[in-house]
């Protein structure tokens, strides 16, 4: 951007690193508690749940443009702070200025018919918390976790965003930041996800165990009738049995005269 009759002074990477540093010092001073974004690769993120976050986003034509503005900034340290609770995100950058920028970006709850749909398909494709943390599961679940609109995943007319910055845009470079470090939050807790869009993963997976027990019970049923009435019990035992007839000879009392 030109500013007059002359450029912005540039500024490097070391410096803006060096002055998130100072500013995330001063602020460890005041307020103690602070949860920063520090990448520890290349990458923003690697995990499925850190990279389904970003795709969704970058999909979209509303923040395409204007989302890859904030990579700089997270790769160079500038999210200060990031925490994330029920259906909201609240965070501190480092811009050009001295003071941090205050973002709060806030999401709408997974809709009713949505999850609906999600914990009906998780019944029979979804094996275990583990798995489901861990992003290993069904391409069919995959695909409908990330499905525009009917997924889990917010639209844009479900997020909302606020920052205290001059920048008029909806979204401005700090929360793009925000938005990508919410990627690599997820890359460490990925249960994050659940609490952010206010959706109970435990009921994915209760309907998940619920069904394969009852599955597990009806096959352990059809094998046992299968199996009792295939085998010789005698020879199963090495016993003989008593037929009918001497069984009620043997039980009977000699009547005395």
Not at 40 to 59: F, Q, R, S
Not at 74 to 83: E, N, Q
């Amino acid at each position: 951007m030109y500013y007059g009759s002359r450029f912005p002074k540039y500024v490097s990477v070391a410096e803006k690193r060096e002055k998130a540093e100072k500013t995330m010092a001063k602020l460890r001073k005041k307020q103690g508690n602070l949860e920063p974004v520090i990448l520890t690769g290349n990458k923003i993120t690697a995990t499925w749940w850190g990279k389904a976050w970003n795709e969704n986003l970058e999909k979209y034509a509303d923040y395409s443009n204007r989302i890859g503005r904030g990579r700089s900034y997270v790769r160079h340290g500038a999210v200060l702070d990031l925490k994330i609770t029920a259906g909201k995100v609240t965070a501190l950058v480092q811009g050009s200025r001295s003071q941090p920028y205050k973002v709060d970006v806030t999401i709408k709850p997974v809709p009713e018919k949505n999850w609906a749909a999600i914990k009906s398909a998780c019944r029979k494709n979804l094996d275990s918390l583990q798995e489901l943390l861990e992003g290993k599961f069904p391409k069919t679940l995959e695909e409908l976790f990330t499905n525009k609109g009917t997924g889990l995943f917010p639209s844009p007319k479900e997020i909302k965003f606020d920052c205290s910055c001059p920048d008029w845009a909806d979204m401005c470079k700090h929360v793009a930041a925000v938005c990508y470090g919410i990627g690599a939050r997820l890359d460490q807790n990925p249960g994050l996800f659940f609490s952010l869009r206010q959706a109970d993963m435990d009921d994915l997976i209760s309907g998940a165990v619920k069904e394969k027990t009852k599955q597990l019970l009806k096959k352990s049923k059809t094998t046992s009738s299968r199996i009792l009435k295939g085998v010789d019990v005698e020879d199963m035992f090495g016993i003989e049995l008593a037929k009918p007839e001497q069984a009620v000879k043997k039980g009977r009392k000699k009547t005395v005269k």
